[in-house]
């Protein structure tokens, strides 16, 4: 009789129908893709792959500050449909040719910097550059991180909404419901950023998208392990740069940065665009509207850029509040797009060249200081990378191979 009761247990909870409240795709090693849901329920739902009934699993119960579950399927074989009831996921594609690129796409709200003004989609437009990320085709998109940035209280709710912390109200304000859009329309790579560190929203982060499980006992990781996307012709290692301070820089955080690309390098054996949420090369300001540019540091520059291989076609990045493209001699290009939403830095606009990049690296830049999102094409000669603003206009292009001397405003 017990046998009996818990089986009929176990099938009315697979049954059950549950309130999802955001759902998403994430690429994860290899060849995995991961099926998350967050739900408000007690229970979490079934998936049908291609027709076939799966139980979701429980990736994080309900706590105080986030009081729903986030549930999870992965698989790493084939799937032509996924779906919860009638909700559909997008599905991991066979090639990856054309990918959308966007970072920092949090609304900030921190101590000592100026306030953004959440509730005017003029002044934070994230859910705009969602929803033209949604009517975009592509086989699938990258965030390069920084998610959250609603960190201090805000002191004019009507300006800037009333919540901040790293809790649900929060990553619901700051991310999935402006960005659910964008979510169900592509598969997405999922990028840790500063913001997501172990003094700031780790928490959600892991409930949500790091591509591991979810540490028992619970506690933060300074550096989560890389993994790699993989395609038959390409190759995506996720570097996680989360753990870095321009201010302070330390011999152990560059030997850390040093053994995840060294972790990574042995199994880099075709075309490669290496993620990771710190640019290795920029110049710019971190002021608004300023004159005052100048190198942006990067600590992992100094712990890999000697270390990648000639397979290595661009580093795709973001944690700076605009979009670049910079060339440096015998390095592949480098991709910036942290313009998604966030109060924007200053770099300048369009091509400037014989620029201090990096310590003791001169290098030409192509600079969009506008909010906006990228695109990355492979083609038989090349990347094409364009730039597009809020509304999904194309800006500029960068012909492949995308070098500076290739991009050009729009039309022309």
């Not at 099938?11 to 739900?39: C, E, K, M, P, Y």
């Not at 990781?221 to 570097?239: C, G, K, R, T």
């Not at 301070?245 to 042995?266: G, I, K, S």
């Not at 480098?334 to 001169?362: A, C, M, S």
């Amino acid at each position: 009789m017990r046998t009996v009761s818990t089986l009929c247990v176990v099938l009315f909870a697979g049954s059950a129908h549950a309130d999802v409240l955001h759902h998403w795709t994430q690429l994860n090693d290899g060849n995995t893709q991961s099926f998350r849901a967050i739900v408000d329920d007690a229970t979490c739902p079934a998936i049908s792959l291609d027709g076939v009934q799966h139980q979701m699993n429980v990736r994080a119960g309900a706590t105080p500050d986030f009081p729903n579950l986030v549930c999870e399927f992965t698989t790493d074989a084939p799937v032509a449909s996924a779906r919860v009831d009638a909700l559909g996921f997008p599905i991991r594609p066979e090639r990856a040719d054309k990918m959308l690129v966007v970072g920092d796409t949090g609304c900030r709200l921190k101590d000592g910097s100026p306030v953004q003004v959440c509730n005017d989609p003029t002044e934070w437009p994230f859910e705009t550059i969602s929803a033209s990320i949604a009517d975009k085709e592509a086989d699938f998109a990258i965030h390069v991180g920084d998610y959250y940035y609603r960190e201090a209280e805000c002191q004019d709710p009507a300006i800037c909404g009333d919540t901040h912390g790293d809790t649900w109200r929060t990553w619901e304000a700051d991310f999935f419901a402006p960005g659910q859009a964008m979510l169900s329309a592509h598969p997405f790579v999922f990028v840790r950023g500063n913001h997501e560190n172990c003094d700031r929203a780790w928490l959600g982060y892991d409930r949500y998208f790091s591509a591991g499980p979810i540490r028992d006992p619970l506690m933060c990781d300074n550096y989560q392990a890389p993994f790699v996307v993989e395609f038959d012709d390409l190759q995506l290692p996720v570097i996680d740069s989360s753990t870095r301070d321009r201010d302070t820089y330390t011999w152990d955080r560059l030997r850390a940065m040093q053994e995840q690309f060294t972790d990574v390098l042995p199994r880099l054996d075709r075309e490669t665009l290496v993620l990771t949420h710190t640019p290795l090369w920029g110049y710019g300001s971190k002021k608004r509207d300023s004159d005052d540019l100048e190198t942006l540091e990067s600590i992992q520059r100094d712990a890999f850029a000697h270390m990648l291989p000639r397979l290595v076609s661009g580093v795709v990045a973001g944690d700076l509040h605009f979009a670049q493209l910079v060339n440096t001699p015998d390095n592949p290009v480098q991709i910036t797009f942290g313009n998604g939403g966030v109060w924007l830095y200053t770099t300048p606009e369009g091509r400037v060249d014989d620029l201090p990049v990096g310590h003791g690296v001169k290098g030409d830049i192509y600079g969009f200081n506008q909010f906006g999102f990228g695109q990355l094409v492979r083609l038989q000669d090349g990347l094409e990378v364009t730039f597009y603003d809020q509304n999904g206009e194309a800006a500029a292009v960068c012909s492949p191979p995308a070098s500076v001397e290739t991009c050009a405003p729009n039309g022309v």
